[in-house]
């Protein structure tokens, strides 16, 4: 992925692939028609076949083109970034001692008597061709120049009669660079003209030029963004579609996640029906396709991230799996919020934003909690002491007793016990979210209104509603993409006795 990010032929080539299939028109699919019948369409179930290593890896082209081009598409932020190993580490390690071990050879070389210029030569023949790459078509006046300047050819005749003139070449390489790079790269340039050991002046040639590439890169993603954005829909549904074709077993997680989702809402059906008196339990529920795929889509919410996403949501993984961890802690400070209220919110009901500053008090000691490392009972024990110790400031400031010792050891407890399983308030809490972002599903795509906040929530109100739209926008941007796939599926999960044509 980095190999492409860093080529002008691989970012030129994800531009022709999304040119093409923004020539193929897709249709809305109901549940009567057949979508096996359309070229754009997912294909209906065919008998399995052995994939080829060549299908296999063909495969994972496209899922890395079109993960690459969602990434570019949906996250203004993305861009590449220039990386190298960590000097402590062992591959860092090793790259320094053969990078220094090919300089010294170099410098040996041009020190001898008369010179050695083959490494050199070879050194001004990738520049050359590095250079050629940062040009866009018909700089023909600069290509010939570089071509000219930097002929091999007549490099090794002048090395022959001991006449390179290799300072001179270095000179007019850092000027063309100096033309043809982001402004961000001056500086850099400027150090460059400064350095007068040839080999170090080399070395630093190439580490400006790898600068440089990651420029390119990030200038080619800028300008293929706006492109990617009016066409991803049409080009993620083909590429999924040419990995379908590949893979067959492609959509299997797909398909197990939507059939946990209709077993659910079968069985939230059966328990609705059992409490109901008079109820037909002979009848057949009837299930929402629409209701089934949110339901699927909340269960991403509390995904257990160590497992595999469903294939359709690889693309939107990180952002989802950030969601969720946001989400998490979000709970805690709803959480801590409602038990301080619930003990002490007579004391201290009429100071002003009280919940905020809990929120304040609660957040810097959560930041940490994705990590592995991290202790939440710990950090809410840490909490739950500030928390008290806010409180008797609060009711001392005014005048008022402070908290008894079993009234702090109460709260205390209270908060600690936040982390237990079918903790009641922890519980409380998880519903109302999942509550909010389920009727957040369930409102019209073109409406931008949020739907009311449960209670016990307000204090995160802004947080929930800004996570709302994100998770909200990546829902509705997936069912595009892959609305016509999860047809097929919910018609043969659902309808599966149904003639084609006639299913509702």
């Avoid at 591959?91 to 320094?96: D, R």
């Avoid at 016990?417 to 369930?442: C, G, T, W």
């Amino acid at each position: 992925l980095n190999d492409e990010q860093n080529s002008d032929s691989d970012s030129s080539r994800l531009s022709e692939s999304t040119a093409s299939s923004s020539d193929s028109e897709y249709s809305r699919q109901s549940f009567n028609s057949d979508s096996s019948s359309k070229p754009s369409s997912p294909a209906s179930a065919s008998p399995p076949k052995i994939i080829t290593f060549d299908e296999l890896m063909a495969a994972a082209k496209n899922l890395s083109d079109l993960t690459l081009a969602h990434e570019i598409a949906v996250n203004a932020n993305f861009c590449i970034k220039h990386e190298d190993f960590p000097q402590n580490s062992l591959a860092g390690t090793v790259k320094q001692i053969v990078h220094k071990a090919f300089w010294d050879h170099l410098e040996l070389e041009l020190n001898e008597d008369p010179p050695e210029y083959e490494h050199a030569i070879k050194l001004f023949e990738e520049i050359k061709e590095i250079l050629l790459s940062f040009l866009t078509p018909g700089a023909n006046r600069i290509q010939n120049q570089i071509c000219e300047v930097l002929d091999t050819d007549l490099i090794r005749q002048q090395a022959e009669h001991n006449a390179v003139d290799i300072h001179g070449l270095a000179n007019y390489i850092i000027n063309t660079m100096g033309k043809l790079c982001a402004p961000i790269r001056d500086d850099d340039i400027k150090q460059l003209k400064a350095t007068d050991n040839i080999v170090e002046l080399l070395r630093q040639i190439f580490h400006v030029l790898d600068l440089m590439k990651v420029d390119m890169a990030n200038y080619t993603i800028q300008n293929l963004r706006p492109y990617l954005q009016r066409n991803l829909v049409d080009y993620e549904r083909t590429k999924f579609q040419e990995i379908l074709e590949e893979t067959p077993s492609a959509l299997d997680l797909t398909t197990e996640w939507i059939k946990e989702s209709i077993e659910d809402e079968l069985s939230s059906l059966s328990d609705e029906s059992s409490s109901s008196s008079g109820a037909d339990s002979s009848s057949k529920p009837i299930i929402s396709p629409t209701l089934v795929l949110n339901n699927g889509y909340l269960k991403l919410l509390q995904w257990d991230y160590h497992k595999t996403i469903p294939e359709t949501l690889i693309t939107d993984e990180v952002r989802l799996q950030e969601l969720r961890e946001k989400l998490n802690q979000l709970k805690i400070i709803a959480c801590v919020c409602l038990i301080t209220n619930n003990m002490v919110g007579a004391a201290i009901v009429d100071v002003p934003d009280f919940a905020e500053q809990l929120k304040r008090i609660s957040v810097p000691l959560l930041e940490d909690m994705n990590k592995k490392t991290f202790d939440l009972k710990e950090a809410l024990n840490a909490i739950a002491v500030q928390i008290c110790g806010k409180v008797n400031r609060s009711l001392t400031e005014r005048g008022l007793p402070t908290l008894t010792e079993e009234m702090q050891n109460n709260l205390m407890g209270q908060i600690a016990h936040i982390v237990e399983e079918n903790n009641p308030v922890s519980s409380l809490i998880d519903k109302r979210i999942q509550f909010f972002m389920r009727s957040l599903l369930a409102l019209p795509s073109f409406q931008k209104s949020m739907p009311t906040m449960p209670g016990g929530l307000s204090v995160i109100q802004k947080e929930m509603e800004f996570l709302g739209s994100q998770y909200a926008s990546i829902v509705n941007f997936n069912k595009k993409v892959y609305g016509p796939f999860y047809a097929n599926i919910l018609r043969k999960l659902l309808f599966p006795e149904a003639p084609m044509g006639k299913t509702e």
